[in-house]
């Protein structure tokens, strides 16, 4: 069974949680990995955005064949309202009861989201790491705050994104002339490895494998298929 470090509780009002997430951020750290990852997790949630079920899958792949090794969903309910910019407290409970059903502790997990490229520098990659104590980063289909030049059009291009004068991502092309996904770094990992990371689990979408078939897995949930 995987663990995790049971950091605070989860019952806040929006104000205390913005509070919170400005003591936690001081304690997110981003560095170069420790040692090569063998394992790769995805991490995916659904839900209606007024509704409390709330669906979270994680994968867990091999990272040199991509081949999944282990994976959990759960069925859930939230327990704190949906604002913008406070999404992890709605999504990490969930997630960590899944995380709790997994066989395999993955040496990296990929959020489907953002980590420093948060306005308060921790979106759930952030939040999530300081839980999971694994390096952890995001990757993202839209933007949440920060300003890039468009990459090259061809695979690998990047280009920083930006906010208040920080680099707290990057805009990242997984296909050829495709839209960019935003990687950013979670924690105990550094921007460089994050984007490697997510162009070695290329499967031919835009979208990396581990969040590509976490995300599938939670559609699976929802229909009552998995």
Known sequence: MADYTPLHDWNLSPTDAVALQQQLRHQIRIEPLGKPPETI?????????FEETVYAGIVVLRLDTLETIDQSGVVSTASFPYIPGLLSFREIPALLEAWQKLQTVPDVVM?????????????IASHGGLFLNV??????KSVLVGK??????????????????DIIGAALRT????????VSPGHLIDLDTAIDLTLRCD?????????RRAHNLVNALRRGEA
């Open 148 to 165: 890039f030049d468009e990459p090259a059009p061809e695979r690998g291009s990047w280009s920083p994104m930006r906010h208040y004068g």
């Open 41 to 49: 997790a995805g991490c995916d949630i659904s839900f209606n955005k």
């Open 203 to 211: 499967g031919g979408y835009r979208i990396p494998e581990p969040t």
């Open 175 to 182: 296909k050829n002339k495709v839209n960019p996904v935003y």
């Open 111 to 123: 959020f489907d989201g953002h980590g420093t490229a948060h306005p308060r520098r921790i979106g």
């Open 135 to 140: 390096p952890t980063f995001g990757c993202g």
